[in-house]
């Protein structure tokens, strides 16, 4: 099987380049002989961030949690909240598998990068299936592990569900915060200093909008995060924003980035750039990136 360029080679240097469209053109089965274990990875990845969520979710809101009996203050729970899934999140881009798959666990990012023509056709649907099945899984996981006790309806297996203030500014919320979250991924990445520094930059966010904006929207960004728990708890009365809002605030941002750059594009679609695994982003699966100007 072709081994396709480390990340570490495409990125080490910022050169504007263009790659040739190997990767877009490639067949679902070609893809998926190719590209399988990035496939695999984005599932595994998905799993571990709702079976994360669910477990902390669990542990900070369920009546019979010890942490809930300790921990009585609202504000106090979701900032802890924030804080492990940020960790999480840290933990999940600098793991093998993260550093290879890039890390996603998100079909609206996903789809930005497609936008951006770093992720081929098949490669997106691909990953977008594989995060939405990551996510059940991860839910179903900890339902076992922890004894059916995320299904308590003080947890509701870490649902995502819009606050008080209605399904409006829920909408808004997510659109806000998906288009800035988006927005520091790209420009961080692209950016020679900053890029070594992207996963931190986009756990801190996620860590920020779970401690304060949970009461608006439930804080998704991720139509894989909402899934899951939508998928055992029945909660599908709302689900139209969190498959909305975030992928059409981060197409606008990677609309606004390309916009910027004078469609220069980006340089990669992994949120851990500087690694030895193989990259099937970089050089567009097959094929190295060629200079502008030289024929490919």
């Known amino acids: ?80 909240m924030g804080m492990a899934m940020a960790a999480t999140m840290i933990a999940i881009v600098v793991s093998p598998w ?40 991860g839910v179903a996981l900890a339902s076992l592990v922890l004894q059916g006790a995320p299904a308590d309806k003080a947890v509701r297996y ?28 790209l420009f961080a990445s692209n950016h020679k200093v900053l890029a070594v520094y992207t996963h931190h930059f986009a756990a801190m966010l996620i860590g920020t909008y779970i401690a304060f904006e949970s009461p608006l929207s439930g804080m998704s960004t991720n139509p894989a995060r909402t899934f899951g728990p939508a998928f ?17 605030g981060m197409l606008a941002a990677a609309q606004m980035f390309l916009l910027n750059r004078g469609h220069s594009g980006a340089l990669c679609a992994k949120l851990h750039h500087h690694n030895d695994k ?3 982003f970089c050089h567009s699966g097959f094929d190295f990136p060629v200079p502008l100007g030289e024929k490919a």
């Open 278 to 280: 193989r990259c099937i």
């Open 158 to 185: 870490a649902a995502t569900l819009p606050g008080n203030h209605g399904d409006t500014i829920a909408f808004a919320a997510e659109l806000v915060m998906s288009f800035i979250l988006m927005s520091a991924v």
């Open 1 to 80: 099987m072709f081994e396709a360029a480390s990340c570490e080679a495409g990125t080490r240097e910022a050169p504007r380049v263009e790659t040739k469209a190997g990767n877009g053109r490639l067949s679902a089965p070609a893809s998926l002989r190719l590209h399988w274990p990035e496939y695999l990875m984005e599932a595994g990845e998905s799993s571990v961030y709702l079976f994360s969520a669910c477990v902390v979710a669990t542990l900070l809101w369920h009546p019979h949690s010890p942490a809930h009996r300790y921990i009585a203050n609202d504000v106090v729970r979701h900032v802890s």
């Open 98 to 137: 993260g550093k290879q798959s890039g890390a996603h666990i998100n079909p609206a990012v996903t789809l930005a990068f497609y936008r951006l023509g770093k992720v081929g056709a098949w490669d997106a649907a691909f990953y977008c299936g594989a995060q939405l099945a990551g996510a059940v899984a």
């Open 232 to 248: 055992f708890g029945g909660y599908w009365h709302a689900v139209w924003i969190y498959f909305i809002a975030p992928p059409l």
